[in-house]
């Protein structure tokens, strides 16, 4: 019986190499972000035309931006964290990552569609959420570091910090421009359209909530008249 | 029917019970939240003209009028009466001395705003009079502070330009130099020579602009900002000098400025600004919902005493803002309301009050519509916090903790305490104490300095295995490059 079973699940479940398959995670998630920031302008066209990124590393680094959000709020040294732990909220915390990276695809897809991008929505998001690599490992190493830090060395702790913001820009702009395959002058032109895109979809959201709140009004007074005058 | 009556009277006494008001006093933590926090200022008396009684004990037949200030010097109380045109003075029981203001001619006051008293002199903002009186100890007028020869004020009766003289509130420093605040002055605070001849004016607000305004201001014409009226600057309120000649200034809310100021001899703010919220009074918005004004505090007094602790009075909630010598808040009180037999309730309740000062170890505030004067007395609490300033004040830093320690046991919430006891616990040496009642205390600095010898001391005992690992790895990497220079000789040996 229980040999039978042994060669059942040798037979039928795929053999997993533990070792190959951290040595592929590495590989994903370390070496191909890294060589993206090094050399942004090749490994960002290899990025379209070979295929090299993934769909998990993505959604991958879209979880550790949250979790770094989040680390950060709660394990960031005395000195820096001025935050009322009473103030904080994890459904916020996702939400704040998620919604500005859902808008800002939206946004420049509308953008590049009307300007003659080669990418497609999912090139757009992967590459916004492959820039989260620096933001990410730096805003962790900068947490830790801010726990053995003095008055006087808060400057480390902001250093890396914005160092990781402005890393993230940067692989944003370049990967951004090898997915549409732009020239320098017309990603500078769509990054403008985009932020004005934002704009207007915040305001159409705007707009739309307050429209359905009336509605919601006007159908809820019918109702109460309805109930108060017939029943 | 005699039970019904029974229990209607037990519940009617219930009802009572109920509805009389709990007063819970607050505080602000360091995160800006409200917290409660003990009581430190209770009111224990109220004198006005219905109990106001003489040395002897018999009713004195004067009608308070509008009640604008109150000091004291040495055993005596000055109260300013600016509808009854008088000065009161009380002696330390709060009985009836005598009153001037009265007389004739210079010995006559109008509609008097504020009274200073000195060794020499008693110096009284006649502002009806357009005048600073300056009267001897037995009431008899001495001299007047008349208007500066400044283009500012009339030069004569009928000068068209200037403006009247109207000195609203007085102060004189020990060595007899008298600053004054006058209706519609811009320029600041007015300061004249100890005979009262005018030197200069010292300490003006500045007009702040912000970066849109002066935006739009770079784009606006010359006729266009004639229209737009003038930008003045923040007019003072009040001011107070203290033992050392510095000039305690309130002045009134204006947005970018500083409410509370400490200027020294050359007009500049010298105040301390250490504590964990800015000096504005109430920093939370009010509830819409509640009784309670809302808006921001408007500070009408300022009074200083002997080892740097000042309070201010807040007009909008009839409040009494205590600040220590480095800027923290340390109690709130007071509160204003009507409830009508205020003779019987320990609750300190105002209608708008005018002045407060400080008076040996109590606190007094006139009110200018109850027309009272409210005598508040501090409980252990507040006692004991004023005790722990003035020896943090002193420098007697072992003394201060250990008051320290006794406030916590009344009041856990107070983090002015945790951040005390860390300060001294810093000084002794005890670094990581310091380092834990500091992070309780929110106090940033004196957790740096106790966590930077703490850092140091671990580090003495960690480094010697973080070196020997390091060792080990490079002894390590070397065997094994090594162990590859050797196989790969080998091959090539192999290859030949």
């Not at chain 1, 770094?68 to 732990?85: D, E, M």
């Not at chain 2, 800006?32 to 009111?43: H, K, T």
């Not at chain 2, 100890?194 to 010359?222: H, I, K, M, Q």
Request: hydrophobic share 45%.
């Amino acid at each position: 019986m229980l040999n039978k079973l042994k060669t059942f699940i040798k037979l039928h479940l795929p053999k997993i190499d533990l070792i190959q398959c951290w040595k592929q995670f590495v590989q994903d998630v370390f070496k191909m972000p890294l060589s993206l920031m090094s050399h942004p302008i090749s490994g960002f066209d290899d990025f379209k035309r070979e295929k090299t990124f993934k769909g998990y590393v993505a959604i991958f680094y879209l979880v550790m931006m949250i979790f770094t959000q989040v680390i950060a709020y709660n394990a960031n040294g005395f000195l820096v964290n001025k935050n009322n732990p009473k103030d904080f909220n994890l459904l916020f915390s996702i939400a704040l990552v998620i919604f500005p990276v859902v808008i800002a695809v939206i946004a420049n897809w509308a953008t590049t569609a009307l300007m003659d991008g080669k990418g497609t929505m999912t090139d757009i998001f992967r590459v916004i959420t492959y820039s989260f690599f620096p933001y990410v490992w730096l805003g962790l190493l900068a947490t830790i570091i801010s726990n053995f830090i003095t008055a006087d060395e808060v400057i480390f702790f902001t250093f890396f910090q914005s160092a990781g913001a402005i890393l993230m820009v940067y692989m944003m702009f370049f990967g951004l421009l090898g997915i549409h395959e732009y020239g320098l002058f017309k990603t500078i032109m769509m990054l403008v359209f985009t932020i004005v895109a934002v704009a207007f979809l915040l305001f159409i959201m705007l707009l739309f909530l307050s429209l359905i709140q009336q509605m919601w009004a006007f159908v809820s007074s019918i109702y109460q008249e309805f109930v108060m005058r017939f029943l | 029917m005699k039970k019904i009556i029974i229990v209607m009277m037990t519940l009617t006494i219930l009802l009572l019970a109920y509805t009389l008001p709990v007063h819970a006093s607050y505080n602000y933590s360091p995160l800006m939240d409200v917290i409660y926090s003990a009581e430190a200022l209770i009111q224990t008396n109220v004198i006005d003209t219905s109990n106001l009684v003489d040395t002897s004990g018999n009713r004195v037949s004067v009608t308070f009028g509008d009640l604008v200030d109150v000091f004291t010097y040495e055993d005596f109380i000055y109260i300013t009466d600016s509808t009854q045109h008088k000065v009161y003075i009380l002696d330390s029981q709060y009985r009836y001395v005598g009153q001037f203001g009265s007389g004739e001619g210079n010995n006559k006051l109008l509609s008097p705003r504020s009274t200073v008293v000195t060794k020499d002199y008693i110096y009284v903002a006649d502002h009806g009079n357009q005048r600073i009186a300056v009267f001897n100890h037995q009431f008899e007028w001495v001299f007047s502070v008349l208007a500066p020869s400044d283009p500012t004020f009339k030069q004569y009766p009928e000068d068209p330009k200037g403006y009247d003289f109207r000195p609203t509130k007085v102060a004189v420093d020990k060595t007899g130099r008298i600053y004054a605040i006058a209706d519609q002055i811009f320029e600041g605070i007015l300061d004249f020579s100890p005979d009262g001849t005018f030197s200069r004016y010292v300490g003006a607000n500045t007009v702040t602009l912000s970066l849109w305004d002066a935006f739009w201001l770079r784009l606006t014409s010359e006729e266009q900002r004639l229209a737009q009226g003038y930008r003045l600057a923040t007019t003072f309120v009040n001011l107070h000098v203290d033992q050392k000649g510095y000039l305690y200034t309130v002045s009134s809310v204006t947005e970018g400025a500083k409410i509370v100021k400490k200027l020294n001899y050359k007009g500049i703010d010298v105040l301390s600004r250490n504590g964990y919220i800015p000096q504005v009074g109430d920093i939370a918005s009010m509830p819409q919902n509640t009784a309670v004004p809302s808006g921001p505090s408007q500070f009408v007094d300022i009074d200083v005493n002997d080892f740097g602790n000042y309070m201010v009075l807040d007009r909008t909630r009839g409040r009494i803002f205590t600040y220590d010598f480095e800027g923290n808040l340390l109690y709130i009180a007071g509160q204003l309301g009507n409830i009508g037999s205020s003779s019987t309730s320990r609750q300190s309740l105002f209608l708008r009050p005018t002045s407060l000062t400080y008076f040996q170890d109590s606190v007094l505030v006139v009110d200018s519509m109850n027309k009272n004067l409210v005598v508040f007395q501090y409980t252990e609490f507040g006692r004991l916090v004023n005790e722990a300033t003035k020896y943090y004040y002193e420098g007697e830093y072992v003394l201060a903790k250990q008051t320290w320690e006794q406030v916590l046991t009344l009041n856990t919430n107070y983090f002015l305490a945790y951040a005390g006891i860390s300060k001294s616990e810093l000084r002794e040496g005890n670094f990581e104490q310091a380092m834990h009642y500091a992070k309780l205390g929110y106090d940033d600095i004196t957790y740096s300095r106790a966590y930077q010898p703490y850092r140091y001391s671990q580090l003495v005992v960690i480094f010697p295995y973080i070196i020997g690992i390091g060792l080990a790895g490079l002894v390590f990497v070397f065997i094994k490059s090594v162990a590859k220079a050797v196989s790969l000789s080998k091959e090539e040996e192999d290859v030949e």
